[in-house]
């Protein structure tokens, strides 16, 4: 460039407009990357947010992108709950001088001051108002910064809380990007309550899940087309065997296809019905409730199943045991009507063996009356005793004594079913002290159940023992009836003493027989135990104490 154009630019000043505008045009694009960079900021900010992810996880992310372009050092949030400030998460987590969970106090608050304007503040170390300090300047000193943003976060109008933001530089120079600290701060409002959102209906969804899987009685939801579309843990176990219920018909299910039931075509209507199904074994007492949308739009039933088996054994065993119990009444009514005649007849027999000679031919026919009446007398009297209500005096009697009584009420009986009785008793044996009548009546019941378990039985001969025996060991009279009829099941074996428990049907059997027996056995100081193997047979086993020894009741093992 020769001296004349060199004067010329010197006069005319293009160089430095060049110069100028180069200078401007970089400025511009500076910023112009500063303002993608927080668009950006803000964009992965939004897309990075996981409804699932832990607030200091959230912080933290903000916090690595905010550091492109901002000295920030420190990124904390306080939220309002319910009409308290508290801090609620600080990023670094070893940054903070107050602990997470701290309410921040009204007074002389910045805090709250951001509260009460929804306006964003600048807290520097050393402030121009050299009044009465702020609560936060304190804050500043402690953690060794310089200064903080203090940028409230807004959600539909409202200041849910503050973000801070903190510094070892002054921030002073950035209050031009407060629109962009807003704008951020913003966005996290809708994260977090995003958050809190997912987090309610997560939790109100984990409570309906508890509640409905809780319920001991099953709960199948049906939709329109008659599938299963939800089915409780109850509802599984009920219908072990079908697998997985959800996606099943629900006519396949609970009805059979030979037959139409009522309550099938209840299952959708637009009212409660209700009904009981036999499925299979089982008895189920079922009830139907339509679901509505708001819109009163009908789009699915629920379906409530309880398992009432057991309660229909239990009442159908009540009912027997009432029979049972007007039975016995009558029955002693019917023995003390009998007696007067029987009276008569074996006076009479009496009057008329008396009065013939022994070697008429009458004279066996009268014998035989007056012995027959004799019997029934005996019968009749057993049947009193046994059939008593009162309360039994306990006193020194036979265990043999009270085998005979049960045989007495119930021998002719098991003769007539083709049963042989054997008895095998010890007529040595001591006398125990207690009811003749109560250990009768253990007696009676297990020659009952001998004879039940008998009857089910197909063997050819069909027997019972009753054996007596004294245990010098254990200082206690054995008593055992002993059959080998059906047998028990292992793992009914455990159940049969319980009330009400039977496994005869509710025309046979009421559940009571076993319980009373161990009852009076234990009022006896004694035990009742039970053997058997299925097919083969069962052992009852009676044990009573004789008296005189201490330790009787402890020791009556067999």
Same mark, same amino acid.
């Given at each position: 460039?020769?001296?004349?154009?060199?004067?010329?630019?010197?006069?005319?000043?293009?160089?430095?407009?060049?110069?100028?505008?180069?200078?401007?045009?970089?400025?511009?694009?500076?910023?112009?990357?500063?303002?993608?960079?927080?668009?950006?900021?803000?964009?992965?900010?939004?897309?990075?947010?996981?409804?699932?992810?832990?607030?200091?996880?959230?912080?933290?992310?903000?916090?690595?992108?905010?550091?492109?372009?901002?000295?920030?050092?420190?990124?904390?949030?306080?939220?309002?709950?319910?009409?308290?400030?508290?801090?609620?998460?600080?990023?670094?987590?070893?940054?903070?001088?107050?602990?997470?969970?701290?309410?921040?106090?009204?007074?002389?608050?910045?805090?709250?001051?951001?509260?009460?304007?929804?306006?964003?503040?600048?807290?520097?170390?050393?402030?121009?108002?050299?009044?009465?300090?702020?609560?936060?300047?304190?804050?500043?000193?402690?953690?060794?910064?310089?200064?903080?943003?203090?940028?409230?976060?807004?959600?539909?109008?409202?200041?849910?809380?503050?973000?801070?933001?903190?510094?070892?530089?002054?921030?002073?120079?950035?209050?031009?990007?407060? !629109?962009?600290?807003? @704008?951020?701060? *913003?966005? =996290?409002?809708?994260?977090? #309550?995003?958050? &809190?959102?997912?987090? +309610?209906? /997560?939790?109100?969804?984990?409570?309906?899940?508890?509640?409905?899987?809780?319920?001991?009685?099953?709960?199948?939801?049906?939709?329109?087309?008659?599938?299963?579309?939800?089915?409780?843990?109850?509802?599984?176990?009920?219908?072990?065997?079908?697998? !997985?219920?959800?996606? @099943?018909?629900? *006519?396949? =299910?609970?009805?059979?296809? #030979?037959?139409? &039931?009522?309550?099938? +075509?209840? /299952?959708?209507?637009?009212?409660?019905?209700?009904?009981?199904?036999?499925?299979?074994?089982?008895?189920?007492?079922?009830?139907?409730?339509?679901?509505?949308?708001?819109?009163?739009?009908?789009?699915?039933?629920?379906?409530?199943?309880?398992?009432?088996?057991?309660?229909?054994?239990?009442?159908?065993? =009540?009912?027997?045991?009432?029979?049972?119990?007007?039975?016995?009444?009558?029955?002693?009514?019917?023995?003390?009507?009998?007696?007067?005649?029987?009276?008569?007849?074996?006076?009479?027999?009496?009057?008329?063996?008396?009065?013939?000679?022994?070697?008429?031919?009458?004279?066996?026919?009268?014998?035989?009356?007056?012995?027959?009446?004799?019997?029934?007398?005996?019968?009749?009297?057993? =049947?009193?005793?046994?059939?008593?209500?009162?309360?039994?005096?306990?006193?020194?009697?036979?265990?043999?004594?009270?085998?005979?009584?049960?045989?007495?009420?119930?021998?002719?009986?098991?003769?007539?079913?083709?049963?042989?009785?054997?008895?095998?008793?010890?007529?040595?044996?001591?006398?125990?002290?207690?009811?003749?009548?109560?250990?009768?009546?253990?007696?009676?019941?297990?020659?009952?159940?001998?004879?039940?378990?008998?009857?089910?039985?197909?063997?050819?001969?069909?027997?019972?023992?009753?054996?007596?025996?004294?245990?010098?060991?254990?200082?206690?009279?054995?008593?055992?009836?002993?059959?080998?009829?059906?047998?028990?099941?292992?793992?009914?074996?455990?159940?049969?003493?319980?009330?009400?428990?039977?496994?005869?049907?509710?025309?046979?059997?009421?559940?009571?027989?076993?319980?009373?027996?161990?009852?009076?056995?234990?009022?006896?100081?004694?035990?009742?135990?039970?053997?058997?193997?299925?097919?083969?047979?069962?052992?009852?086993?009676?044990?009573?104490?004789?008296?005189?020894?201490?330790?009787?009741?402890?020791?009556?093992?067999?």
């Amino acid at each position: 460039m020769n001296n004349r154009e060199r004067m010329i630019e010197l006069l005319t000043g293009v160089q430095s407009s060049k110069r100028n505008y180069y200078t401007e045009l970089k400025k511009t694009v500076g910023e112009l990357q500063k303002k993608n960079i927080q668009l950006e900021i803000i964009n992965e900010v939004m897309k990075g947010f996981n409804v699932e992810m832990s607030m200091d996880d959230l912080l933290m992310n903000v916090l690595e992108k905010l550091r492109k372009i901002f000295p920030i050092e420190r990124i904390s949030l306080s939220m309002i709950e319910g009409k308290d400030l508290i801090l609620t998460n600080v990023y670094p987590s070893n940054s903070f001088v107050l602990k997470p969970g701290t309410e921040l106090p009204r007074d002389r608050s910045l805090y709250w001051n951001v509260m009460r304007s929804g306006k964003p503040l600048l807290l520097n170390k050393n402030p121009q108002d050299k009044g009465q300090p702020w609560f936060e300047e304190k804050l500043l000193t402690e953690m060794g910064l310089e200064s903080f943003f203090l940028v409230p976060l807004k959600r539909k109008g409202h200041v849910t809380g503050v973000l801070s933001l903190g510094s070892k530089e002054n921030l002073e120079s950035y209050w031009a990007d407060l !629109s962009f600290f807003q @704008q951020l701060s *913003d966005q =996290l409002a809708v994260c977090i #309550e995003n958050s &809190h959102l997912y987090k +309610e209906v /997560l939790e109100t969804k984990m409570k309906w899940e508890k509640t409905f899987q809780a319920v001991p009685d099953a709960i199948i939801i049906i939709g329109l087309n008659r599938m299963i579309l939800q089915a409780n843990e109850a509802a599984q176990q009920y219908f072990a065997t079908k697998g !997985s219920l959800i996606g @099943q018909q629900v *006519d396949e =299910l609970l009805f059979s296809q #030979e037959e139409n &039931h009522p309550f099938q +075509e209840k /299952l959708l209507e637009l009212q409660t019905s209700s009904d009981v199904l036999h499925i299979g074994h089982k008895i189920y007492e079922c009830h139907c409730y339509p679901i509505f949308y708001d819109s009163n739009l009908h789009f699915a039933s629920i379906l409530y199943m309880e398992d009432v088996t057991a309660k229909r054994r239990i009442e159908g065993q =009540l009912i027997q045991s009432g029979k049972l119990a007007a039975i016995g009444e009558m029955a002693a009514g019917v023995a003390h009507e009998l007696n007067n005649p029987l009276t008569a007849i074996m006076g009479n027999a009496q009057l008329l063996l008396r009065k013939t000679d022994s070697t008429d031919r009458n004279y066996q026919l009268l014998e035989s009356v007056y012995e027959c009446g004799k019997r029934s007398k005996q019968i009749i009297q057993n =049947l009193l005793t046994f059939s008593r209500q009162d309360e039994f005096l306990f006193e020194f009697c036979s265990v043999n004594e009270a085998v005979g009584q049960a045989l007495s009420l119930i021998g002719n009986q098991l003769a007539k079913q083709g049963i042989q009785v054997e008895t095998k008793l010890d007529d040595s044996l001591p006398h125990v002290e207690g009811s003749c009548q109560q250990i009768g009546q253990i007696i009676l019941n297990l020659l009952l159940n001998a004879k039940d378990a008998l009857e089910e039985s197909d063997r050819n001969e069909k027997k019972v023992l009753i054996q007596t025996a004294l245990d010098q060991r254990t200082h206690t009279i054995v008593l055992k009836v002993t059959d080998n009829g059906c047998g028990i099941e292992e793992d009914v074996l455990s159940e049969i003493f319980h009330p009400f428990y039977t496994t005869k049907n509710a025309t046979k059997g009421h559940g009571l027989g076993l319980s009373v027996s161990i009852g009076i056995a234990q009022s006896h100081g004694g035990t009742l135990q039970a053997e058997s193997k299925p097919g083969e047979g069962s052992t009852f086993l009676l044990t009573l104490p004789i008296p005189g020894d201490e330790n009787n009741h402890d020791e009556g093992k067999l």
